[in-house]
């Protein structure tokens, strides 16, 4: 039996991926998309929108139209989602978010609704990027005491938030590996007359440009050597094809409060 999966927000440049990514796979059925009241694409067959022809299920402004999926999909806005998983709640949905932003705050009262319903949230849904994630953790534990550890980012000019989700995601794993409270060791750019590098501290470094999809590399530099773990996308079907697994597997999951390691079993 097929996982029945609906898109929220679908209508961006992620929405449209997810649609194609959903229609391609043996698995999952699309039941429907959202988009914004105010949006040019409502009423829009969803294969038409993501540019693969008519599919038979059309954009949407009511998330009442979105009730026959099991889980759904969330690559939208901070408040957006919010307004999502509580929706998701009221209707016991599963729910996958790939949204970006959120505050130390924001992330425990989505924990809370893992009491309640399934719950991913990715930062990034990329299978590579969770096994770096993976490798990081490793390599922290090797040779993160006497290294100095700096992350680099790269995305599109679209993007809003900075540093990127997967950033602060890889600065949290190595933070976490090391001992080290994040909010209390991260650097965010440096100018002007620093003084020396404190040995504790992760910096991060942000470029925003063009159409880049997504790079990310960790630096472990030593005098002498220096370790780099990169990865790179070089298109977002990646992602949508990662949130795709991460549906069919929530699709069987109890509530609680996931990431992608559960769904690829790197937790166990």
């Avoid at 070089?234 to 509530?255: E, I, P, Q």
């Amino acid at each position: 039996m097929k996982v029945k999966v609906a898109i929220l927000g679908c209508s961006g440049r992620m929405g449209r991926n997810l649609i194609q990514a959903a229609v391609e796979h043996q698995s999952i059925e699309l039941v429907g998309g959202s988009v914004r009241a105010n949006s040019s694409f409502v009423n829009v067959d969803l294969g038409e929108l993501a540019g693969i022809g008519k599919i038979g299920q059309q954009t949407s402004t009511e998330l009442e139209s979105l009730l026959a999926a099991d889980v759904l999909i969330d690559f939208t806005s901070i408040e957006a989602t919010f307004e999502h998983l509580a929706w998701c709640k009221k209707h016991n949905k599963a729910l996958v978010i790939g949204t970006t932003g959120f505050n130390e705050q924001q992330i425990t009262d989505i924990q809370a609704y893992g009491e309640s319903i399934p719950v991913v949230l990715a930062p990034n849904t990329s299978v590579g990027v969770n096994l770096l994630f993976k490798l990081l953790e490793v390599t922290a534990k090797a040779i993160g005491d006497y290294t100095d550890i700096e992350i680099f980012e790269a995305h599109h000019r679209f993007k809003k938030d900075a540093p990127s989700g997967t950033a602060m995601k890889m600065g949290q794993v190595i933070a976490d590996t090391l001992g080290r409270d994040l909010t209390k060791v991260a650097v965010y750019g440096r100018e002007g007359i620093t003084g020396e590098r404190d040995k504790d501290t992760i910096g991060f470094a942000t470029v925003r440009a063009g159409d880049i999809v997504g790079e990310h590399t960790a630096f472990f530099a030593d005098l002498g050597e220096r370790l780099e773990i990169t990865h790179k996308a070089t298109s977002r079907m990646t992602f949508a094809l990662g949130a795709m697994r991460a549906a069919f597997w929530l699709s069987n999951a109890d509530s609680g409060f996931y990431d992608m390691q559960d769904v690829l079993g790197l937790n166990d």
